[in-house]
């Protein structure tokens, strides 16, 4: 298996632009989560999907946020119109049976909002 | 609610020595407890977790961590440092109720020669 997959890896775009960043999870986990990481706040949870249905979304900043699950291998988080405070590095991770198994996270996509 | 805290923002050793990056945890129902690197421009890599079983839980690139019930703690050990130890280091939790896995704020490990 090819792990987590995100895209894009590097992402720029102007202020008040839509952003949509992809994640397609390991085959046959049933968790996916997305999480965003800054300087100032570390690694924050945003929002998780248990068999595409999302369960928590406390984490999501603002209603400028979003995320998708139509199937069991894709997801999307946009962020619909991006601001400079949205530039970070945002992760995606999957997992099986409630992480009895482990979790195992993308590589990454940094965006940043000019 | 479940919540982790690594009370060291960063931890200095010396290379050869030992090396411990402290955790603790609070969650609800079986805990599931994880560490993970993070080496700079890169994603989190996965170094032990701790399920069920023997307190002691042995990882990657011969870290270990000790899982303590009474104290909620699940303190990152090694024996002797590695300046290419030097990361920034995640604690992480998840419910077996719910799955949900929280982070630590994270603890930079700086290994000097």
């Known amino acids: 298996d090819a792990g987590v997959i995100q895209s894009p890896r590097h992402e720029v775009t102007e202020m008040g632009q839509e952003v949509t960043l992809r994640c397609k999870p390991i085959s046959g986990h049933d968790y996916l989560f997305w999480y965003r990481q800054t300087m100032m706040r570390g690694l924050e949870l945003l929002i998780y999907?248990?068999?595409?249905?999302?369960?928590?979304d406390s984490g999501m900043p603002e209603d400028r946020f979003s995320a998708k699950m139509p199937n069991a291998s894709f997801s999307t988080l946009k962020i619909q119109p991006s601001e400079p405070r949205d530039s970070a590095v945002y992760f995606c991770?999957?997992?099986?049976?409630?992480?009895?198994?482990?979790?195992?996270f993308g590589s990454g996509t940094r965006l940043t909002v000019v | 609610a479940q919540s982790v805290a690594q009370p060291e923002d960063q931890v200095n050793v010396a290379e050869g020595n030992p090396l411990t990056v402290k955790c603790t945890y609070s969650v609800s129902g079986n805990p599931y407890l994880f560490w993970y690197v993070q080496y700079p421009n890169r994603g989190l890599q996965f170094l032990l977790k701790y399920i069920t079983g023997d307190n002691l839980v042995k990882g990657s690139y011969g870290f270990e961590a000790e899982f303590n019930k009474s104290q909620t703690s699940f303190h990152l050990k090694k024996p002797s440092a590695l300046v290419s130890d030097s990361a920034l280091y995640f604690c992480a939790s998840a419910s077996g109720n719910t799955g949900k896995l929280i982070f630590g704020q994270g603890t930079t490990l700086q290994v000097k020669p």
């Open positions: 999907f248990n068999n595409n249905v999302p369960i928590d």
């Open positions: 991770a999957s997992s099986s049976g409630q992480g009895y198994y482990g979790y195992t």
